[in-house]
């Protein structure tokens, strides 16, 4: 009960904040989004990139999450097959199962559950998701509708991007950065995590709850928040990574799914109403299988 005391509650009342808030007052998510995505995270990127020392934890991430991705695509397709489903209702279980809530969920949990260090690993994990849900979520997404093309340029039009690359060249030649300007950008990255999470209980409390397909809504929330988790252990056992990269990575993985791919599925009308719905059902089932993995992995 301390974990869940702790660690998951206070994550959890902001998202409650956000959700009463946008049921009271329906905000324009769509505005409070871009300030998130084009000046807070670009912010909160650069100064872990630019302050994190460069080691073979990156590569190991890498390959974590494509091995990931890549069991989890081949059992949801295996599942849509045995139960011949269409086309659009596999790229729906697709995007709700194969990527996960990292950065406005798992990055606050793992800052609460491990510390500053562990919360920069995840900062560092969360960028890579976000470039695999921008190529690999939008082909899903757009199955038949847009182009490998519009996925990667997707990637060039969010600034962490190069937020990324500015702060990782400046720390691969030492170069040093202006005192003043990180100072500001330090400032911004700290509301960061803060404002994407009022921003998913906001997004949350747009999702209707009726005319659901409980079957489907079933079988991708046991994929995400079971099946996910004992993979990403299965996988971290053959990568030369220490304890506290393992558990920032079978907490990521155990993250419900992502809220940013019902943005795409909307967009492409990939079984929108299935992939908000398991969002919101995987969200709350974290309340309880989250705490149970932060105390396993203790």
């Given at each position: 009960m301390t974990i869940f005391f702790q660690v998951v509650l206070p994550v959890f009342l902001i998202f409650g904040a956000g959700f009463l808030l946008q049921r009271?007052?329906?905000?324009?998510?769509?505005?409070?989004?871009?300030?998130a995505i084009y000046i807070l995270t670009?912010?909160?990127v650069f100064r872990t990139f630019y302050t994190s020392p460069l080691n073979m934890d990156y590569l190991f991430m890498v390959i974590f999450s494509l091995a990931l991705m890549a069991v989890l695509i081949s059992i949801t397709k295996l599942y849509a097959k045995i139960r011949k489903l269409s086309v659009?209702?596999?790229?729906?279980m697709i995007l709700s199962t194969a990527f996960m809530n990292v950065g406005n969920?798992?990055?606050?949990?793992?800052l609460f559950a491990y510390g500053q260090t562990a919360f920069d690993l995840a900062i560092t994990f969360m960028v890579l998701q976000s470039i695999i849900m921008n190529?690999?979520?939008?082909?899903?997404?757009?199955?038949?509708?847009?182009?490998?093309?519009?996925a990667v340029k997707a990637i060039f039009k969010m600034p962490a991007t190069y937020a990324t690359v500015v702060a990782l060249g400046l720390n691969v030649f030492s170069i040093r950065f202006p005192q003043p300007f990180f100072s500001t950008i330090d400032l911004v990255a700290e509301a960061a995590i803060p404002v994407v999470m009022l921003i998913l209980g906001m997004q949350l409390a747009m999702i209707e709850w009726k005319?659901?397909?409980?079957?489907?809504?079933?079988?991708?929330?046991?994929?995400?928040?079971?099946?996910?988790?004992?993979?990403?252990?299965?996988?971290?056992?053959?990568?030369?990574?220490?304890?506290?990269?393992?558990?920032?990575?079978?907490?990521?993985?155990?993250?419900?799914?992502?809220?940013?791919?019902?943005?795409?599925?909307?967009?492409?009308?990939?079984?929108?109403?299935?992939?908000?719905?398991?969002?919101?059902?995987?969200?709350?089932?974290?309340?309880?299988?989250?705490?149970?993995?932060?105390w396993i992995l203790s």
């Open positions: 009271a007052s329906m905000l324009d998510i769509r505005s409070i989004s871009n300030l670009p912010c909160l659009q209702d596999e790229s729906g969920y798992g990055t606050p949990i793992i190529i690999f979520g939008v082909y899903y997404a757009a199955r038949g509708k847009a182009s490998m093309t519009f005319s659901f397909e409980w079957e489907k809504i079933t079988v991708g929330v046991c994929i995400r928040m079971v099946l996910s988790p004992l993979l990403a252990y299965g996988i971290t056992l053959f990568l030369p990574i220490d304890e506290m990269l393992r558990n920032v990575l079978i907490v990521a993985a155990a993250m419900p799914s992502a809220a940013t791919i019902v943005m795409y599925a909307v967009r492409f009308d990939a079984k929108p109403k299935l992939v908000s719905t398991i969002t919101l059902v995987s969200t709350l089932v974290s309340l309880i299988s989250i705490t149970f993995i932060i």
